[in-house]
């Protein structure tokens, strides 16, 4: 500071300052940093202060000996310098791994594996002593080896060697052989032997490929394996014994069969069995053979030691014990009064069911006049056996009647005898024969009851009628049995014709001997039906047998242009002969037309898709109906492929299609079959293609269906459980019993079953004019919708596929066997229509079983061939259908239903007793069983027998019928008087069948008028594909007939229950608010007009169960007057046309129908479907409660179980009959037509 004389005062700084470093961090222990470093200076100065002092440094360069220097500055301006040497290093040491040895091809080693490690540092330098040392890998596995160093920084670097594969241990080997033994220490078949190699480690390098032994003896195979890092398994070896050659046996006969190959006493057969291979495990013991009968297959078979069995034998036996039946039957007759007149012949009748006859008397004259003149013969058969038969002859002089009955004795059959309905039956037996070895057993059930023998006689004259038979009474019974002498005058209506006179025959059982009855007759009046007729007279049933029946006629005049003849059944000698192929229709022979290029969206061919259902089998089978478009000529011209590749199949034509005539045009349905071994998988798809794709012809080999390598066995099954109520916790339960299944039948079905895309087979045609559901339920049938619903739900019950276990009681769990009434409308038919309609295979599978087991069941010989045998007690023919079990047969080929089928069409064509009269124009007799649905179940039998054998005659034969019924439902009075004769009161034309009550079995007076419309349904399937097939529209004019008669006669409303009314004039109104007593149109079981115009009515209170029926016979007439063309003509009531009056009615119908559908689906029926508080009153009795109640049972109330079929057999086709007219039903409204 300066003084005031200007002079300098204070003190002088001569002292440098002071400045440190510091480096942060510190360098370690080597000197080195390996991480940036921060210089800070540290400046002070005591005197003057610091001026300046170096701002802290941040040093990132590598490097060593970097030196770092700052100067410090006092106020003074003295300065001092410090400095700092720094080494940073940040590089980690770079390392290397090696190892030794080097890995092989497959990248394994199967020894110790070194690996030594290498390390560099540029900067420090590495620290001693850091790095890894070398590493000996010797453990199996796949390793990686790690090494480090450390550079004197401090830095650390690794390296990783992967990839080091050990594998030390040997692979394992076994062998495996298959088949398994068959037997012990024997296989009998090719042997594969597998070498089952395994490597937990490297894996398998090498493993021995199979080796196939195929000759019998002894075997030795041996192997080993390598695995990838070098290792060898032991050998292993194994050794085995082949035995493929069957042994054989054979059989001796003691005692040997006589020259003819017979013997007629029991047979011992010895087994010498040999096997030169494993040797003999089993040889049959000695068989004793004592039942009679030809050809008896020896059954026995050895088995050696590998399990072969030996072919089977080829040897058979014959025994018969029972000699022969030799019957005597004198020509002529004697009379009623055992005489004769001239001289006798004595035929001697031989038969012998068992080894046939060997020899057998010749004929005897007798001419001498005498009393008890005796005859004898002997009858042997070729198996040694022999009887005698005799008789005696009384010849005194004088002419004679000659007996009428062609087979007296019935030893050929029921000699023309028929039963009235099911209320009586006649069936020849050979139990307990009054004479010779047969005779005629009769029961009958009700009072009026009876049974007839029938003699045609029109325009004869005659005197006396004198009939007689042998009787014994089986059973004792309070009834009596009217043994009569008959004659229906011709001409003559009740009750002056038919007259009679008849004997009683009452009492206990036992022999009545011979009963005789004669007639005195107006020689003058002309006759025409000569009877013998017997009938019950009183409530208790008879059962009785009956032989040596004779009618003897004393002719005055014979017939004009006939000499007299024996008995018909019910036909009279001018129906059609069963022997002789009906007359063709006028429109043939005609010339078929060419058939045009295929047509339609099947054009090319179909997919079917396959799946398997059961295991097993060699062969896939399945039938192809060929869709109506499609014109196929020949089978030859099929291809099947599967993803495009042809596979080598074998085809044959089911079914052909055919022109007007019956004459074949082409393909209807083929069968497909092929190796099983194409079934890669549970499902596939095979493409089958009409003609114009490449691969191999078709072969013809074709394995029949019930081979087990195409079909398995298939039980019909119910689950069932039995139930009781049980208070759980405070809650009431439904409790159940362990479940059981119950086996109602068994049947087949195939192994793989086939489908088609859906609408395939409603196109095809096959089950009539069908659509697919989603069709069904489409807008333009919104009203009808319903009966497809119905379908599939009533069906589903029927099958008791429900979702809950059914109820055990009888008519919950209802045994389709015993309780056989539920094939009367063909449920064959009825599944198929479901599954048709709805792909759902469900419904296939229960039609192959249901199909199956109805095949069976029709008789295939003796006299009642073509009669369903499920029905025990009586044949009866209108259980016999043929339109299931054809669709079956076109879906599967079975044979057994061909044969089924043809049994059933021939049955028909020769049906004496409603068939072959009709054919020649007119119903059999005033008391002849004539029905409806005998009518359509016939025109079905005989219409699908042509289509399943491609026979005309059967087509002529339906077109024989269907001229009878088109003037029987067309003609006047005159013809009505010509079609059903004898008749007491002639009934006026009424469009439709009409007959008396006698003639449909609902009473004896034969002066009530009778049709009963609903039955009219059954005939329609038939009609349509005969009129498709001939162009024969007159069926048209048949349909329309039936639904006038359903809308003016035959149909009533039905409220709170039946009344006596109209469809055009109702008594009471249509008021939904009725509920379930909502009015409902009904058709009448039975009506008809009398002959004074006033309509008889015989409908029942379960009348509306047939308004499904209904709708299908409206719904035909519909589709009728659309192809006449007087759809809007003729009106009628309110009605602008007859087409809106038969729609109304069939709106009417319709609503009926799903009214009923709605009453028999019992949902409460649901076990499901209880409460606790709902179950509570059925505590105190259980059993009681849930019987009542129905609970478990089928929720559809199909009782009786027929229903199922009569509801859907027919009226499913309704929407393609309304379809092809072009008519909707988009919403139900009946109710159109008030009082």
Wanted: net charge negative.
């Amino acid at each position: 500071m300066l003084t005031a004389g200007g002079s300098l005062a204070g003190s002088i700084d001569t002292t440098p300052p002071t400045i440190a470093v510091v480096a942060t961090p510190a360098a370690n222990a080597n000197g080195w940093n390996r991480t940036n470093v921060t210089v800070k200076f540290v400046c002070s100065d005591a005197e003057s202060g610091i001026k300046t002092c170096p701002k802290a440094q941040v040093i990132t360069t590598e490097g060593a000996n970097q030196t770092i220097s700052g100067t410090a500055t006092d106020k003074s301006g003295n300065t001092a310098t410090a400095s700092i040497t720094l080494n940073i290093d940040r590089t980690a040491p770079v390392m290397n791994a090696t190892r030794s040895p080097d890995a092989n091809a497959e990248g394994w080693v199967n020894g110790p594996v070194v690996v030594s490690f290498s390390a560099t540092d540029a900067l420090s330098g590495l620290a001693p002593g850091t790095l890894t040392a070398p590493i000996t890998y010797s453990t199996t596995g796949k390793l990686t080896a790690v090494g480090h160093a450390t550079d004197l920084a401090g830095n650390v670097g690794a390296v990783k060697l992967a990839g080091i594969n050990i594998d030390t241990r040997n692979p394992s080997i076994r062998i495996t052989l298959s088949p398994a033994p068959s037997g012990p220490g024997y296989r009998n078949a090719p042997v594969t032997a597998h070498f089952n190699c395994a490597d937990g480690a490297s894996g398998i390098a090498t493993c021995p490929a199979d080796q196939l032994f195929a000759t019998d003896g002894v075997h030795t195979v041996s192997g080993f394996a390598t695995d990838k890092a070098g290792n060898s398994s032991p050998t292993v070896t194994k050794s085995f014994s082949i035995d493929q050659t069957p042994p054989a046996i054979a059989a001796t006969l003691s005692p040997a069969p006589n020259t003819n190959g017979w013997n007629n006493g029991p047979v011992t057969v010895y087994f010498t069995c040999t096997d030169t291979g494993s040797h003999i495990a089993t040889c049959p013991a000695n068989q004793v053979f004592a039942t009679e009968g030809a050809n008896q297959p020896i059954v026995a078979a050895a088995t050696d030691r590998a399990g072969n069995s030996s072919a089977p034998l080829t040897q058979s036996l014959s025994i018969d014990q029972t000699p022969p039946t030799v019957v005597v039957a004198l020509s002529p007759a004697p009379d009623v009064s055992g005489l004769n007149h001239g001289p006798v012949t004595a035929h001697f009748t031989c038969t012998d069911a068992g080894s046939g006859i060997a020899s057998c008397p010749a004929d005897q004259v007798i001419a001498t006049e005498g009393a008890n003149q005796p005859i004898t013969g002997t009858a042997t058969d070729l198996a040694g056996n022999s009887s005698m038969a005799a008789a005696t002859v009384s010849i005194v002089s004088g002419p004679s009647a000659p007996n009428l009955v062609e087979d007296p004795g019935f030893e050929s059959g029921v000699s023309s005898f028929y039963a009235q309905d099911a209320t009586s039956h006649v069936a020849q037996t050979d139990v307990s024969p009054l004479e010779g070895s047969h005779s005629l057993h009769v029961d009958t059930n009700a009072w009026g009851s009876y049974i007839w023998w029938d003699h045609g006689f029109q325009g004869g004259l005659a005197s006396r009628l004198s009939v007689s038979g042998h009787v014994r009474f089986d059973i004792a019974s309070s009834s009596r049995l009217k043994f009569c002498a008959m004659v229906y005058i011709a001409g003559v209506n009740w009750p002056d014709s038919p007259v009679s006179s008849c004997a009683d025959v009452t009492g206990a059982a036992g022999d009545k001997g011979v009963v005789n009855a004669s007639l005195d007759i107006d020689p003058t009046k002309p006759l025409e039906h000569v009877h013998i007729f017997m009938s019950q007279e009183g409530s208790e049933p008879l059962n009785f047998t009956l032989d040596s029946v004779s009618a003897n006629l004393d002719v005055v005049a014979d017939p004009p242009g006939d000499g007299g003849g024996g008995g018909g059944g019910g036909g009279d000698d001018n129906d059609p002969p069963d022997d002789n192929p009906p007359p063709a229709p006028p429109w043939c022979p005609s010339t078929s037309e060419v058939p045009g290029p295929s047509t339609g969206p099947f054009a090319d061919g179909v997919t079917v898709h396959l799946t398997r259902t059961f295991a097993g089998g060699n062969r896939i089978s399945f039938g192809v109906p060929v869709p109506p478009g499609v014109n196929l000529a020949d089978v030859n011209d099929v291809r099947v492929l599967r993803s495009g590749t042809p596979l080598d199949v074998s085809a044959r034509e089911l079914l052909a299609r055919h022109d007007r005539c019956g004459v074949r045009t082409g393909v209807s349905v083929l069968q497909i079959q092929f190796d099983a071994s194409e079934m890669t998988s549970n499902e596939i798809d095979v493409d089958v293609v009409w003609q114009g794709a490449l691969g191999p012809v078709p072969g013809t080999t074709v394995v029949p269906y019930i081979n087990d390598d195409v079909s398995a066995a298939a039980a019909e099954t119910v689950e069932t459980t039995v139930r009781t109520i049980a208070s759980v916790g405070g809650v009431n339960k439904l409790v159940e019993a362990p479940h059981e299944t119950k086996t109602l039948f068994t049947a087949r079905e195939p192994r793989v079953l086939a489908t088609f895309p859906d609408g395939y087979l409603a196109a095809t045609g096959i089950l009539g004019p069908q659509v697919t559901r989603a069709e069904a339920h489409q807008p333009q049938f919104g009203g009808l919708a319903f009966l497809s619903d119905a379908l599939v739900d009533f069906s589903l019950s029927s099958m008791y596929d429900l979702g809950y276990a059914i109820n055990p009681d009888p008519e919950s769990a209802v045994d389709p066997v015993a309780n056989y009434e539920g094939w009367l409308y063909d449920r064959c038919t009825t599944y198929l229509t479901a599954f048709v309609h709805t792909n759902d295979t469900r419904f296939l599978r229960e039609a192959h079983r249901n199909c199956q087991y109805y095949a069976s069941k029709i008789n295939l010989t003796g006299p009642d061939a073509g009669v369903f045998s499920g029905k025990p007690d009586y044949p009866d023919p209108k259980y016999s259908h043929l339109r299931g079990l054809y669709a079956y047969y076109a879906l599967t080929g079975d044979e057994l239903a061909l044969d089924a089928g043809k049994a059933i069409a021939d049955m028909w064509f020769h049906e004496p007793g409603f068939v072959k009269p009709y054919r020649a124009g007119h119903i059999g007799a005033p008391n002849s069983l004539w029905t409806e649905r005998l009518l359509g179940t016939s025109f079905e039998g005989l219409y699908y027998g042509h289509r399943l054998t491609g026979d005309a005659k059967y087509l002529n034969a339906f077109y024989q019928m269907f001229e009878t019924g088109y003037r029987h439902i067309t003609g006047d009075a005159a013809a009505l008087a010509q079609i059903n004769p004898g008749i007491p009161i002639p009934f006026p034309p009424q469009n439709c069948f009409i007959h008396t009550i006698l003639q449909h079995a609902e009473g004896n007076d034969g002066n009530d008028p009778w049709c009963s419309i609903w039955m009219s349904e059954l005939m329609i399937d038939a009609l349509v594909h005969y009129e498709d097939q001939t162009g024969d529209t007159r069926a048209d004019e048949v349909f329309v007939r039936l639904a006038r008669y359903l809308r003016d006669v035959g149909s009533s409303y039905f409220g709170y229950g039946p009344v006596d009314d109209t469809f055009l004039h109702p008594s009471i109104p249509y008021d939904p608010a009725d509920g379930e007593n909502t009015r409902r149109l009904v058709p009448l079981y039975g009506s008809g007009l009398g002959p004074d115009l006033v309509r008889r009515n015989f409908g029942e209170y379960d009348d509306i169960q047939h308004c499904t029926d209904a709708t299908a016979l409206t719904a035909v007439a519909l589709r009728a007057l659309k192809r006449q063309g007087t759809y809007d003509l003729n009106p009628i009531g309110p009605f602008a046309s007859e087409g809106e009056s038969f729609l109304a009615m069939h709106h009417e119908f319709a609503a009926c129908a799903k009214q009923t559908f709605g009453d028999e689906w019992r949902p409460r029926r649901d076990p499901r479907e209880w409460t606790s508080s709902q179950l509570a009153p059925g505590l105190g009795d259980p059993a009681t409660f849930i019987r009542q109640n129905k609970i478990g049972w089928p929720i559809g109330n199909l009782s009786p179980q027929r229903k199922l079929s009569w509801w859907f057999n027919m009226s499913m086709l309704q929407f393609g009959l309304l379809n092809d007219a072009g008519i909707t039903v988009p919403v139900l409204t009946p109710g159109i037509i008030q009082p």
